[in-house]
């Protein structure tokens, strides 16, 4: 009898852990999702997409750091931020802002804007911005030669970064997921 109290006093510990695991990841995934829809509708971007690449690039720590000086949740460098500074007209930028949340979304939001327009002709703009957004657009001018000029398919299979790929589809994925959750907060 009492090694069966211990066992349901685990249990019910172990199910409080879990609960509240569960609640920090989501608290974690949505607690950027103002500041994510804000940017998106000022720059005409899908905030699942928007919110997609945050969770693919930072998993929604606004502190983190990347390998080529990207900052912040979005990720970005300096200068495709300083970019936005100045087409915002945004005085005495600097990027220690970057790790601002609200201002890393806006500066990676209207660099994804930029991207996607680039590929408007494309029949689906999304992967090919998104391999320019982590491959950088040398590559993908070197990838979209032929049908894959104009053809999704076509210029996922000709990327020669495994890598790359791997991070169109996982931010693909993730935007399918996002989708349904901002559309019903639009009704």
Not at 31 to 39: E, G, H, N
Not at 93 to 119: S, V
Not at 155 to 181: C, E, S, W
Request: proline residues 5%.
């Amino acid at each position: 009898m009492k090694h069966r109290w211990h066992w349901l006093v685990f249990v019910l510990l172990l199910l409080a852990v879990m609960v509240a695991c569960w609640r920090y990841c989501r608290w974690r995934e949505h607690r950027f999702d103002p500041v994510i829809l804000a940017a998106a509708q000022r720059y005409g971007v899908e905030p699942a997409l928007v919110k997609a690449v945050v969770w693919r690039e930072s998993r929604f720590n606004p502190q983190a750091r990347g390998r080529a000086a990207e900052v912040g949740l979005m990720q970005i460098r300096g200068r495709a931020a300083g970019e936005w500074a100045q087409a915002e007209k945004v005085k005495d930028f600097g990027p220690q802002q970057l790790f601002d949340p609200r201002t890393n979304t806006l500066a990676g939001t209207w660099y994804l804007h930029k991207l996607l327009g680039r590929y408007q002709k494309t029949d689906s703009p999304i992967p090919y911005a998104l391999a320019d957004y982590n491959a950088g657009r040398s590559n993908v001018l070197r990838w979209n030669k032929g049908a894959a000029e104009t053809n999704a398919v076509a210029f996922l299979n000709g990327m020669d970064f495994p890598a790359t790929r791997k991070y169109v589809h996982a931010v693909i994925r993730q935007y399918r997921r996002y989708r349904p959750v901002f559309a019903q907060r639009e009704q």
